[in-house]
């Protein structure tokens, strides 16, 4: 059975910085691209960044230069460090592993999804 478990989340002043984590467990982690995706209420689920198997990155241009997004192929981890965080940032967010190596922003590409962490930014 394919898991992946986020952490990471909370509340946070505008401005400041929080770390996601999501460890893949149940499949194999090196070979696949891995993603970030968030849901506002209220708004439909939007891509955020991903990173190739090789760590190439693609980031929305919301949090371009803000995120960034890397992975561990060793503990099967992947990260997005949030940095200069803003009361639109606030969302819940799903890591998802792909069915490709390469990246991708199409939410119908990855096949396995986390459960979800709240961030939450105040202003």
């Known amino acids: 059975q394919v898991q992946l478990i986020e952490s990471g989340g909370g509340l946070v002043q505008a401005g400041g910085s929080l770390r996601l984590s999501c460890t893949v467990s149940?499949?194999?982690?090196?070979?696949?691209?891995m993603g970030w995706f968030r849901q506002a209420p209220g708004k439909e689920r939007e891509f955020v960044a991903t990173?190739?198997?090789?760590?190439?990155?693609d980031y929305s241009d919301s949090v371009k230069n803000r995120f960034t997004i890397s992975r561990d192929n060793a503990k099967s981890t992947v990260y997005l460090q949030m940095n200069s965080l803003k009361p639109e940032d606030t969302a819940v967010y799903y890591c998802?592993?792909?069915?490709?190596?390469?990246?991708?922003?199409?939410?119908?590409?990855?096949?396995?999804w986390g459960q979800g962490t709240q961030v939450t930014v105040s202003s």
């Open positions: 998802a592993g792909s069915r490709y190596s390469s990246t991708s922003r199409r939410s119908s590409d990855y096949e396995y």
């Open positions: 149940g499949r194999t982690f090196l070979g696949y691209a």
């Open positions: 990173v190739s198997w090789s760590s190439y990155t």
